[in-house]
């Protein structure tokens, strides 16, 4: 039977990348090109930082209206709601059920442990609590949490860890690490959870609270259809593959192998009763160790930050 939605105007929905299209963002672009978002009346627009060159983040294309998504750590959750000009942010969706990124270093410089970062180049994203959390886990490991942190341009910080220009910076097990093993380059990975820190969900697909609220319906069907290509990835890799490979950039459909890290990816996006879920009590871990930290204030806890209702 005929979809009734297909005769009726389509609904626009926004997306803002984290980064160049990647593993996190493969649900997207299968429900783009399997009709999902289609079938229920929504044109999907996925807005790619390649455009801009990461001029402007997904945390503020949400902000200023440009996107009615973005995919960004929990962190930028907080950050929206707690800065002077608060924004309404809400973390709708966690693309994967665990965390899989990891602070990495090359196997040939010998730092096999956090604690020998101290007085080492780390290669940081400026990301809200990044620096402390890597710190943390120097700290944590025995050592002082002395590295000297550098900024560079966001695309190009893999990069400086490949040319030997730093010495540690965060990666995606499941997209830079899958690069280092096609290339054969030995890394050293730490997760937090390894070290003592509890991270919390990363990515995560973000709203505003007011335009949900007033959109719910449409909101909701775009999460469903979001979820149902996540779902698809895990059961039909090989398909789910094929069609990433054509929204990579040049440059990664050289260096990664998509089908190793679908094979890493697919367990961590979780089955119809968990993809896309966040619990709460994982969030209020986090959101407590950073009140202890002194990075936030206690207000935190309380605050409405995560919502699973956009999946019921």
């Known amino acids: 039977m005929k979809n009734q939605n297909l005769s009726l105007p389509m609904k626009t929905l926004r997306i803002a990348l984290d980064w160049t299209p990647n593993m996190n963002h493969i649900g997207l672009f299968i429900g783009k090109e399997l009709g999902y978002y289609q079938e229920n009346g929504i044109e999907i627009e996925i807005l790619n930082p390649l455009e801009d060159h ?50 990495a270093s090359l196997k040939s410089s010998n730092l096999d442990a956090p604690k020998l970062l101290d007085g080492k180049i780390y290669a940081s994203y400026k990301a809200r609590y990044e620096d402390h959390i890597v710190q943390e886990m120097v700290k944590n490991d025995g050592g002082i949490g ?63 609270k007011n335009p949900m609220i007033t959109n719910k319906k449409e909101y909701s069907l775009f999460i469903k259809a979001t979820q149902k290509g996540y779902l698809y990835a895990v059961e039909n890799k090989s398909r789910a593959a094929s069609i990433l490979r054509k929204y990579l950039t040049d440059y990664d459909k050289v260096h990664i192998d998509v089908s190793k890290s679908i094979d890493i990816s697919a367990p961590y996006f979780g089955n119809d009763k968990e993809c896309g879920y966040m619990k709460p009590e994982r969030i209020h871990i986090f959101l407590k160790w950073l009140v202890d930290h002194n990075l936030e204030n206690k207000k935190i806890i309380e605050q409405n930050l995560f919502t699973n209702d956009l999946l019921k």
């Open 146 to 208: 002395n590295m000297e942190i550098v900024y560079p341009d966001k695309l190009g910080i893999w990069n400086t860890l490949l040319e030997g220009k730093a010495d540690a910076t965060w990666i995606f097990d499941n997209w830079e690490g899958v690069e280092a093993k096609t290339k054969q380059i030995k890394l050293n990975t730490f997760s937090m959870s390894e070290f003592g820190i509890p991270y919390c969900y990363s990515p995560v697909i973000i709203a505003r």
């Open 54 to 103: 990461y001029e402007t983040t997904p945390g503020k294309k949400l902000e200023l209206g440009l996107a009615d998504f973005a995919i960004a750590p929990f962190e930028t959750v907080i950050s929206l709601n707690n800065k002077k000009n608060s924004v309404d942010a809400i973390a709708v969706f966690a693309i994967l059920q665990e965390d899989i990124s990891s602070i």
